[in-house]
Nanobody, 127 residues
Framework: QVQLVESGGGLVQAGGSLRLACAASGRTFSTYAMGWFRQAPGKEREFVTAISRSGASTYYADSVKGRFTISRDNAKNTNYLQMNGLKPEDTAAYYC????????????????????WGQGTLVTVSS
């Protein structure tokens, strides 16, 4: 199982930006498809964005499209979530996820697709 550690969460005003990072263990990071999910208090965990093994393919939830950008650096075993134009409704715990043995060009949007999860990092957007 892959160990994932998120960082970069915090408190920001509406309209501001944050960049989350997710560092992964292991030597085969380039074989993992990666994703970000979030969970607001009292709500179910929901898909935010995903990226394929090479980074060539990305996929976004409609709620974040045009504001958030996912990327990855396979040399650093890290993927990133750049969040711009933050809104109060973006307030949530953000979780990084990895799918091992992923298809080369595929992205994955379902919780059950992923086999490893980070501990989460809290993002709070004030109005």
């Amino acid at each position: 199982q892959v160990q994932l550690v998120e960082s970069g969460g915090g408190l920001v005003q509406a309209g501001g930006s944050l960049r989350l990072a997710c560092a992964a263990s292991g030597r085969t990071f380039s074989t993992y498809a990666m994703g970000w999910f979030r969970q607001a208090p009292g709500k179910e965990r929901e898909f935010v964005t995903a990226i394929s093994r090479s980074g060539a393919s990305t996929y976004y939830a409609d709620s974040v499209k045009g504001r958030f950008t996912i990327s990855r650096d396979n040399a650093k075993n890290t993927n990133y979530l750049q969040m711009n134009g933050l809104k109060p409704e973006d307030t949530a715990a953000y979780y990084c996820a990895a799918k091992t043995n992923a298809a080369y060009r595929s992205t994955y949007s379902k919780l059950d697709d992923y086999d490893s999860w980070g501990q989460g990092t809290l993002v709070t957007v004030s109005s």
